[in-house]
């Protein structure tokens, strides 16, 4: 079954640090990946998606996120992050018509 | 506001006990999912319905079972409520049958006491 790994459950970094979320999953064929954000107190929505073609997507808020299918991963960036990005981010992954998988989460604590 | 709305926001109830949760996608959206988010288990997928038909299943218990109305409304029926179904329960729509950008609810906070 497919998997959807999230090694980092807990960041915390100062304002105007790098940010790289990781992301990995186990299913070797074509996949569709998202990034989503999770605001605290609110639902989820979507940050970025990959579908095909450019494996760098650009997101919302200045988000980014690199498709390395030799390293089946989809690590999610941000050179400089503000105290307002401080929320929960879920990598997901689909194959074709299959269910959505989520990672875990990780959870992006901000310090101004 | 991401147009996809559930009621009710909060519900306490008993164990034993059976709910029900209501969620009505984004105009013109076709295809509803339900997830189930707690805290040891993250971020579950539940079941998926498009125009009426159940689509893909995940993790969904036997107790829990969902339906999908002609006017696309959808509602998640939990039933033997026991203290460990206690989470948040999200419902997302999006257009296609097939897994694209889907746009979650607010969620529906279920308390089992």
Same mark, same amino acid.
């Given at each position: 079954?497919?998997?959807?790994?999230?090694?980092?459950?807990?960041?915390?970094?100062?304002?105007?640090?790098? +940010?790289?979320?990781?992301?990995?999953?186990?299913?070797?064929?074509?996949?569709?990946? =998202?990034?989503?954000?999770?605001?605290?107190?609110?639902?989820?929505?979507?940050? +970025?998606?990959?579908?095909?073609?450019? %494996? +760098?997507?650009?997101?919302?808020?200045? @988000?980014?996120?690199? @498709?390395? #299918?030799?390293?089946?991963?989809?690590?999610?960036? #941000? %050179?400089?992050?503000?105290?307002? &990005?401080?929320?929960?981010?879920?990598?997901?992954?689909?194959?074709?018509?299959?269910?959505?998988? !989520?990672?875990? $989460?990780?959870?992006?604590?901000?310090?101004? | &506001?991401?147009?996809?709305?559930?009621?009710? #926001?909060?519900?306490?109830?008993?164990?034993?006990?059976?709910?029900?949760?209501?969620?009505?996608?984004?105009?013109?959206?076709?295809?509803?999912?339900?997830?189930?988010?707690?805290?040891?288990? $993250?971020?579950?997928?539940?079941?998926?319905?498009?125009?009426?038909?159940?689509?893909? #299943?995940?993790?969904?218990?036997?107790?829990?079972?969902?339906?999908? =109305? %002609?006017?696309?409304?959808?509602?998640?029926?939990?039933?033997?409520?026991?203290? $460990?179904?206690?989470?948040?329960? !999200?419902?997302?729509?999006?257009?296609?049958?097939?897994?694209?950008?889907? @746009? !979650?609810?607010? $969620?529906?906070? +279920?308390?089992?006491?």
């Amino acid at each position: 079954a497919q998997s959807v790994s999230q090694h980092n459950h807990h960041v915390i970094l100062s304002e105007a640090a790098s +940010l790289e979320l990781g992301c990995n999953y186990s299913y070797g064929g074509t996949v569709n990946l =998202f990034w989503y954000v999770q605001y605290p107190g609110q639902h989820l929505q979507l940050l +970025l998606k990959y579908f095909s073609g450019d %494996p +760098l997507v650009k997101g919302i808020k200045g @988000f980014e996120a690199e @498709f390395i #299918k030799s390293k089946f991963s989809f690590n999610l960036r #941000k %050179p400089s992050v503000q105290w307002s &990005d401080t929320a929960e981010y879920f990598c997901a992954v689909t194959q074709g018509y299959q269910k959505v998988t !989520f990672g875990t $989460g990780t959870k992006l604590q901000v310090i101004p | &506001d991401s147009g996809v709305t559930q009621t009710p #926001k909060h519900l306490i109830t008993a164990t034993g006990q059976r709910v029900t949760l209501r969620c009505s996608p984004r105009s013109g959206d076709l295809s509803v999912y339900w997830y189930q988010q707690s805290l040891d288990q $993250g971020l579950q997928f539940l079941i998926q319905y498009y125009n009426g038909e159940e689509r893909a #299943k995940g993790n969904i218990l036997e107790r829990f079972s969902a339906q999908q =109305f %002609p006017d696309l409304h959808s509602e998640l029926n939990l039933s033997s409520l026991e203290l $460990g179904d206690s989470a948040l329960y !999200f419902c997302a729509s999006s257009v296609a049958p097939t897994y694209n950008e889907q @746009f !979650f609810g607010p $969620g529906t906070r +279920l308390t089992v006491l």
